[in-house]
């Protein structure tokens, strides 16, 4: 599973950083929501879910976190700790977001509006899911 993962350009000067980041420039389709998740309880697992088509980036803007990120084949584990760094996230992946430190600040970019109907939320039906498309 190929891990893609950006670091975003740092506008920075004496006063501190700045990250900018434009549709179809620095995120590779149309930001359609802005979502993110703070106070997050200590050992908490989030996600646990795929979706038919949404594609994402995560961006740990302060703090950090865990994303396991799930094909159906292999598992890979991705530390989020940095504010310019973001993680794409395609449809067909079972994600886990875990290890929230207590100041983390989980942003997400995502490419639809929210549609329930897009989860996949049971992992039987992922497996079917991603192999329908073989
Ligand atoms: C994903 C991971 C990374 C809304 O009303 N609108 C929204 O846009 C979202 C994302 C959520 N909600 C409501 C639905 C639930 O009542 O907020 C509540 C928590 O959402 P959920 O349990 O889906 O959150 P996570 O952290 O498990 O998953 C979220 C996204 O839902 C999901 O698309 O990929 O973050």
Not at 19 to 25: D, G, N, P, T
Not at 52 to 69: D, P, V, Y
Not at 82 to 106: H, Q, T
């Amino acid at each position: 599973m190929q891990v893609i993962k950006y670091a975003f350009q740092q506008h920075g000067d004496e006063r501190g950083q700045l990250v900018a980041l434009e549709e179809f420039k620095d995120i590779p389709f149309k930001i359609k929501r802005v979502y993110y998740m703070y106070d997050t309880v200590q050992g908490v697992h989030r996600g646990l879910h795929a979706h038919r088509s949404l594609e994402q980036i995560l961006i740990c803007i302060h703090g950090s976190c865990k994303i396991l990120m799930d094909n159906g084949i292999e598992k890979k584990i991705v530390s989020l700790e940095k504010p310019y760094e973001g993680l794409y996230i395609s449809n067909d992946i079972w994600r886990e977001m875990f290890d929230f430190s207590l100041d983390a600040v989980l942003l997400v970019l995502a490419s639809e509006i929210y549609d329930e109907n897009d989860y996949i939320r049971d992992y039987d039906e992922f497996i079917s899911f991603v192999n329908a498309k073989k």
